[in-house]
């Protein structure tokens, strides 16, 4: 595999010694869990660590997970990658069961900010899908559209503001404009 990603390894291999999963603990208030969606593990062998690691972290008071793979596609169609299809039937569900605040996808080059459908039993705000460095795609996917709560065809990055009360997720255009704005309430998560 570093071969075919030589840049990827180049910036975050050193995260990635063995092919599993990565928690990134910040001290006793933060947490990322890097999830791969197929490219190292597959991610049958992932699910069981995504669950074990969410209730590890039960009482770390912010926490968020990513992985490459857009579960609500929109440069692509709904079931076009089974890795999308996997990870909305799979692991969404595990994170709306959790305290997780929110979920960074990547891949389809577009800004898209969804909220999961909660069949979980709450939704789980899934920020994506990723788009700096490469041309924006145009969104297609009907489905996420109707889940969707913000969307632009744009480069930008986002912005995490975490306080003891509330998480701040800023998505930032090319000259700093801002092309959407979110609070997830940390009273909401417990």
Not at 100 to 114: S, T
Not at 119 to 126: A, D, E, F, H, I
Not at 168 to 173: D, E, N, P, Y
Request: net charge neutral; charged share 25%; hydrophobic share 40%.
């Amino acid at each position: 595999m570093k071969e075919r990603a030589p840049f990827f390894y180049a910036l975050f291999g050193g995260l990635y010694r063995t092919e599993e999963p990565v928690a990134l603990d910040f001290g006793d208030y933060l947490s990322l869990l890097l999830m791969d969606t197929g490219h190292i593990t597959p991610m049958e062998r992932q699910t069981g660590w995504l669950e074990k690691n969410l209730q590890a972290r039960s009482r770390i008071p912010w926490l968020f997970v990513s992985w490459h793979v857009a579960c609500y596609p929109s440069a692509r169609k709904w079931n076009a990658q089974p890795m999308s299809g996997f990870a909305r039937e799979n692991w969404i569900p595990l994170i709306e069961k959790s305290h997780a605040a929110g979920v960074f996808n990547h891949h389809d080059h577009d800004l898209q900010r969804v909220e999961s459908e909660g069949k979980g039993g709450r939704r789980v705000m899934v920020f994506g899908n990723g788009a700096i460095g490469v041309e924006p795609r145009d969104a297609e996917c009907e489905e996420s559209r109707k889940l969707a709560k913000a969307r632009a065809k744009e480069n930008y990055v986002n912005v995490v503001t975490l306080t003891a009360d509330q998480a701040t997720v800023r998505s930032l255009g090319l000259n700093g404009k801002e092309l959407d704005r979110t609070e997830v309430q940390a009273s909401s998560l417990r």
